[in-house]
């Protein structure tokens, strides 16, 4: 995923039910349009975005008026060649059929207030922790939620309706440092610890968090979650990445 300037955009007003939920559909909409053309993000399902939003639960998360920007992945073949795994191997229709990503501020942890005033994103607390100038957080650049919707193909299974267990810490490692870049020029994984809680069925859709929740130096601390229509915890993930000079093309891609 391109490093992307994320900023706040006023929220719609509040009318009736079904004008405000059209207002949001819209306003998602529009973000998308702002970062990735129809046709432009070379994903399996050609319109991502529409995708998603015909899906209940994930169109709520998607209109929900905290959300800062959406990004429709790219999934183009660089001329250099990298990232052919994300790129290639993993865009199909029986692999990772749409992808979207979105991205949310967490309430401060130097503000008790916010917090309290916020209804949690996820069920895992871990992941929700941390942050604050206590751990190297930047009120300028906040250590954000990072959050991509997935439609998985049953390509991806290792047993029968279950997504591999190896396809599974390539999306978390994926996306965490998509969250690490976002506090980096460039950051790649020394360490990376998985909890494996409940399978994660396929083909299916489910949105994998991750989040930077410390800095010191050179080195980065995220978690990240796989996570269901339901809210539940799949899989949880801790790793510590070490920020290096930018490499051409090498971004994460999810």
Known sequence: MEKTNISQEPKPETRDPQQSRQQ??????????????PGKHNQYIKNPLAHFLAIPWTARALTDPAVLDIVVSDRSQLAAGDMQFVRDTLNSATTVRACVTYFLKL???DKPEEEQQQQPVSKNKALLQGGGL???????????LFNALLDLGEGMCGFKGM?????????????????????????????MTTNFLKPVKVP????????VV?????KIWARGTVEDGEG???????AMMVDQMQVAGRKTQL
């Open 214 to 218: 410390k800095k010191e130096g050179r």
């Open 24 to 37: 949001n559909v819209d306003h998602a909409s529009t973000k998308q349009a702002k970062l990735s053309g």
């Open 232 to 238: 539940n915890v799949l899989t949880e993930c801790e």
């Open 163 to 191: 997504l591999h267990g190896g396809a599974v810490v390539v999306l978390l490692d994926e996306m965490m440092c998509a969250a690490a870049d976002n506090q980096s020029q460039c950051a790649y994984t020394a360490t």
């Open 107 to 109: 309430p401060s942890r």
């Open 204 to 211: 299916g859709v489910v949105v994998v968090r991750s989040r």
């Open 134 to 144: 206590q751990d190297g957080e930047d009120p300028n650049k906040p250590f954000l």
